[in-house]
């Protein structure tokens, strides 16, 4: 069966501590995976668009990577308003058009 | 440059009522999904749309919800005979062409009482 999981489902680190979040597909035909962040209460923002295997892009303390199979999220040296729910989803041929979401992590980052 | 907008934030419905939720995409997009997300779940797809047209509306339940997005003006969700099930966040997200990045906007909180 086609999903997204994502891991761990939440994550507590200390200020500087970084770390990683792990994204899983089993999908076919992957067009595209995307990284979002969300507040509570908020609308989820959009951080990354990744489109093939080998694939990198970062923005300050972040570091989205893409595999076959698994997208990695990495964060650097993280600071308490980096704690957020981070999303991740993909576009795969057969959904059609629409994004398919995982559940996400939670992450606090404590000072 | 406006980003997606959604409206109302908060929409109080009794039980039985319509309730119509508005979404203004960003300009020069021209492609609009609609999710919904309950308390401590994640996003479920209902709908996407293109001007005029639905193109998937695979994940919308079969009764009292309904969508459109016309040549002129916002998108709109709209659901019938309210029921407290109903009560949750409907996020809009909008992109301008396929196979790329969608902007969501705030949110509607939809409570039915």
């Known amino acids: 069966e086609d999903q997204v999981t994502q891991s761990p489902e939440a994550l507590r680190l200390q200020e500087g501590e970084s770390s990683s979040l792990n994204c899983s597909y089993t999908?076919?035909?992957?067009?595209?995976l995307f990284w979002y962040r969300q507040d509570p209460g908020k609308g989820p923002e959009f951080l990354f668009t990744?489109?093939?295997a080998g694939e990198e892009k970062e923005k300050e303390r972040l570091k989205a990577t893409l595999t076959k199979k698994e997208s990695f999220l990495h964060i650097t040296a993280p600071k308490p308003e980096d704690s957020a729910t981070y999303l991740c989803?993909?576009?795969?041929?057969?959904?059609?058009?629409?994004?398919?979401f995982g559940p996400g992590t939670r992450l606090s980052v404590l000072p | 440059n406006a980003g997606v907008m959604q409206n109302p934030r908060h929409l109080v419905r009794r039980r039985g009522q319509e309730a119509r939720l508005r979404c203004s995409p960003m300009?020069?997009?021209?492609?609009v999904y609609w999710y919904r997300q309950l308390p401590e779940e994640g996003l479920k797809f209902m709908v996407y749309?293109?001007?005029?047209?639905?193109?998937?509306e695979s994940g919308m339940p079969k009764e009292r919800f309904s969508a459109e997005f016309p040549k002129e003006g916002p998108s709109i969700l709209r659901i019938q005979q309210v029921v407290r099930g109903d009560s949750a966040a409907y996020f809009c997200?909008?992109?301008?062409?396929?196979?790329?990045?969608?902007?969501f906007g705030q949110g509607t909180r939809l409570t039915v009482v």
């Open positions: 997200a909008s992109s301008p062409r396929t196979n790329t990045e969608a902007f």
């Open positions: 999908v076919s035909g992957l067009r595209g």
């Open positions: 990744l489109y093939s």
């Open positions: 989803a993909v576009q795969a041929g057969n959904y059609g058009q629409n994004f398919v």
């Open positions: 300009k020069g997009h021209s492609h």
């Open positions: 749309l293109q001007k005029e047209n639905i193109i998937d």
